[in-house]
């Protein structure tokens, strides 16, 4: 029997959305992918592919058209910040149509995330005190262990940069939610390298200074990518610098004078920013002199032994700080907040008082998130496994293998048509 419809828009860079799409069609559902610039339609794939060549303002009527021509059930996604998605979750939000929101796994390094709705302060996972106590804990062991995938994310990002740049003229309205020059992106991924070796002396000194000087004396502050559309879209912060500003002068005010200040700069980020002077510029004006350290590629679970407390806008580091039974604050907004994980207090207080984790309700929270939103698997290595993983999942989430379409037709509208080409079975 015929299964329901599917589509793909934006995924990770590389061949995941096309090798999940091919898993879906070998299922029995009927897939689709629309590309907004040439790096999707390099990696595409799916029984019908289309690209979107018309205006960003035109997209959500369009959207809606192909949905109920297209009789959509489910429209999947990696992450709901970028303009084309957080513009298509009303459009699929009215007619009823699944919204299947891919982010990098919660509980990495093994998994990866997919929720229906959004992800982090977008969840709808129910997280309530209720619900957490009616939880049974459950292993969360993967079985499948991923490894490094820094090499593959470089030659995928390659490849989609200079084929979106290539055929930028054929997509000439597409807005992207970061730089995409594929020269810019090269020279960011060269330095990200060499940064990596350069600052190792100095990392591991600092690593023995956390450890054994300022053991239970500090505090760890990892930074998050400088346009991550969660600090972006979920947090009162217009930039990283405008983050370590407030907390450096909150840690001047109220931390006690023998505690330290760490910020660790976000490994994928290590080409693309550095906040070394920054820091020291405002070290300066604050008179924090050697009680404010800035570090690379120490490793996170190595300093969580140490350190009193983690302080971070939304990251999901603060869900692996707790798992290490680390107290952390939350400035942003992030679905893990919640009353006796983190500090509900102000900053200003976490540094006197940092608030424990309750290591059995953690338990509670960390088993539900990991069965209600985590996926076994990796968006640029094993395929089958991962993809054949997530069609289990979301077979599961839906409590069926999807039934025929239920869409409601809404009010028609004008055509959006325009700008919009067809292509070949699986092109690429």
């Known amino acids: ?13 590389g061949p995941f959305f096309r090798e999940l799409a091919g898993a879906f069609t070998r299922a029995g559902y009927y897939t689709h992918k629309i590309n907004f610039n040439g790096g999707d339609r390099f990696y595409a794939g799916a029984d019908s592919v289309v690209d979107y060549q018309g205006k960003p303002n035109d997209w959500p009527a369009f959207l809606q058209e192909y949905l109920l021509e ?44 997919l929720e229906p709705h959004g992800v982090n302060a977008l969840s709808r996972l129910d997280l309530s005190p209720q619900r957490l106590q009616q939880t049974t804990v459950k292993s969360v062991k993967t079985p499948v262990k991923i490894g490094n995938t820094m090499l593959r994310r470089t030659v995928y990002a390659s490849l989609y940069y200079w084929a979106a740049q290539l055929s930028r003229r054929q997509f000439p309205h597409y807005i992207h939610h970061r730089a995409s020059n594929p020269v810019k992106e090269g020279y960011c991924w060269l330095r990200g390298f060499a940064r990596k070796w350069l600052v190792r ?71 693309y920013t550095h906040y070394g002077r920054f820091i020291r510029e405002k070290v300066r004006h604050t008179g924090l002199q050697d009680r404010v350290i800035y570090c690379h590629d120490v490793s996170l679970p190595e300093l969580y032994r140490h350190t009193a ?76 496994i991962s993809c054949s993983n997530v069609l289990a999942f979301f077979e599961k989430m839906a409590g069926q293998t999807v039934a025929p379409s239920t869409i409601h037709s809404l009010p028609s509208h004008k055509s959006c048509h325009t700008g919009v080409c067809d292509l070949p079975l699986n092109a690429a």
């Open 201 to 271: 002396p100095s990392d591991y000194l600092i690593k023995r200074q956390l450890t054994k000087t300022y053991s239970q004396r500090f505090f760890l502050v990892p930074l998050q990518v400088h346009d991550d559309s969660q600090k972006t879209y979920h947090s009162n912060f217009s930039s990283v610098e405008s983050f370590i500003s407030e907390t450096i002068e909150s840690f001047k005010s109220y931390a006690k004078p023998d505690q330290v200040l760490c910020f660790k700069h976000h490994p994928m980020d290590r080409g």
């Open 309 to 384: 407390g983690v302080v971070t806008v939304n990251s999901t580091v603060g869900v692996s700080a707790m798992l290490h039974g680390v107290p952390v604050k939350v400035t942003g907004r992030a679905m893990y907040d919640i009353q006796r994980l983190t500090h509900q207090g102000s900053l200003a207080s976490f540094w006197r008082a940092p608030q424990p984790v309750d290591r059995s309700l953690f338990a509670k929270f960390h088993s539900l998130l990991f069965e209600q939103t985590q996926v076994n698997g990796s968006f640029f290595k094993y395929f089958d």
């Open 1 to 13: 029997m015929q299964k329901s419809s599917v589509l793909f828009l934006q995924g990770p860079l």
């Open 70 to 113: 297209h009789s959509i059930d489910a429209v999947f996604l990696l992450g709901d910040c970028r303009y084309y998605h957080r513009t298509a979750k009303p459009v699929c939000d009215q007619l009823g149509v699944a919204f299947m929101v891919f982010e990098e796994g919660y509980l990495r390094p093994n998994t990866i995330t």
